[in-house]
């Protein structure tokens, strides 16, 4: 049996956070899946049209791929509730702050949510794999003690339309505490990759690379303040941080790309406010990108475009290359083997394939003999 983990913690001042993630699994797999969460997630449509969700509107269902299930979808599924006290105790222990209570969610292994994943997991029956959406410590502990690998998913950093789409796969976590660096030492020394920079990019990139006008000495890459990219693995970084070194390092000669979902918006007064199109667009005006994690550093990467990047990530091990050459062949790996095809991570066939532990030619091949199959769709 494969499980499907979401948290309904709000995290972010919303319940049941990963909705869409829930609705486009419903309508992929519906009862060949079983699903562990809270029944928030099993609440009538309209009951979400209420709180004016965007996971409701016609757009997002034709973006991601679903639709909305109907009440008796939702009464016949799969599921197991999960219940646990765990953000009302950190709300507690942190003066109310839910901020600091994703902080731990992420970042700590707590006893007792261990314990309610534990019993409530060990309920359910055989497990193949537990999928999940967001690190979680606890959750790790407990399906470790029962001897059930976790797969840790994730919108990938290149998607639609600039790109060929692509989501993360990994056994240790996302955005952070990830296996790409671990998975590349292993074979470093036998995976050559004779590809070009261009290669790379003519495979993965929907349009040619625009000329690079380089008008500003730096790129500062904002992003959202309450992502977990910033909360957990930022290295002490955050938004303000970031302008702040911007200031010191390059006088006044850098501009800013704001994040479309940031509740903040920058004062032009202030800065010089990025205005283009896309984040290809941005990165051609910039000699540099210097960022937390945005995947906007993978993006420059791919130009040709320098970059700094002071928090966790799964790219950061290419930006620790020595040389050209082994920069380009650690971005040959991240993008041929450790990203998988978007479609993939919503299908169990490839789940399944990936829980055999394959070699890393056998996951690069798979992932080759897709792309070519989808006539390398962008």
Known sequence: MIVAYFPSFPFRGQSAPYLWIFYKLLTTYGDRLHFLTDDLYRRDIDIWRQYERWELLDDS?????????????LAAMSFTPFNSDFFVR?????????TRAFYDYLTTEDATLEKDFHDTILSIGKVEVVLNWCNCPSLSLACKKLNIPVMNMELGPLRHPEYISTGYLDFSGVNGNTEAATRYAAVAK??????TLEDLRDFFA???LPPLTKEYKSGI????????NLIAYANGFNNQVLLDYARLNYDSDFIVRSHPGSAFRLNDELFNVDKSATSIDFIARCK???TINSSVGLEALLMGVPVAAFGDSSFRFILEAEDEKERINRLGFYLFAYLV???LIFDLDYIRFRLAKPDEKAIIKKHLQFYESA???K
Do not use: M
Not at 90 to 98: M, Q, R, T, V, Y
């Open 375 to 377: 006539g390398n769709t």
């Open 190 to 195: 036998e995976c050559r990759l004779d590809l």
């Open 206 to 208: 929907s349009s040619p």
């Open 288 to 290: 540099k990108i210097v």
């Open 61 to 73: 269902q034709t973006r991601q791929g679903y639709r909305l299930p109907t009440p008796a979808e």
């Open 341 to 343: 095809p978007y479609s």
């Open 221 to 228: 890459v904002l992003q959202v303040e309450n992502d977990s």
């Open 90 to 98: 950190k709300l507690a222990e942190h003066n109310g702050n839910p």
